[in-house]
Nanobody, 128 residues
Framework: QVRLVESGGGLVQPGGSLRLSCAAS????????IGWFRQVPGKEREGVSS????????YYSDSVKGRFTISRDNAKNTAYLQMNSLKPEDTAIYSC?????????????????????WGQGTQVTVSS
């Protein structure tokens, strides 16, 4: 059984940092592009970032570029999202997803819920 489990969410003040983790079991992440997505209840899902399976190329939405960093550790079968300079508008449920497609396609199609596997999500709240 494939599971993706996110962790690292929580409450942080504006300007603070969090690091999210996405731990996989039942699947080897080496062959998958990995993406992070976020959603506020009642709003559309937004693709935040993705990383390719082969050369580690990374992609970011304009809203997080320069503040967030995606990475992967295939040995640990885990992906990460380092979030710095957090803003109240970053508040959302963050989920990871993996797919055999390329990273840009995952980032685009994932906004419509299309990916091989999804995690349950972790809440990130940015508030003073």
């Amino acid at each position: 059984q494939v599971r993706l489990v996110e962790s690292g969410g929580g409450l942080v003040q504006p300007g603070g940092s969090l690091r999210l983790s996405c731990a996989a079991s039942g699947v080897t992440l080496d062959d998958y592009a990995i993406g992070w997505f976020r959603q506020v209840p009642g709003k559309e899902r937004e693709g935040v970032s993705s990383i390719s399976s082969n050369d580690g190329s990374t992609y970011y939405s304009d809203s997080v570029k320069g503040r967030f960093t995606i990475s992967r550790d295939n040995a640990k079968n885990t992906a990460y999202l380092q979030m710095n300079s957090l803003k109240p508008e970053d508040t959302a449920i963050y989920s990871c997803a993996v797919d055999h497609t390329d990273a840009p396609t995952l980032l685009r199609r994932g906004e419509y819920g299309v990916a091989d596997y999804w995690g349950q999500g972790t809440q990130v709240t940015v508030s003073s």
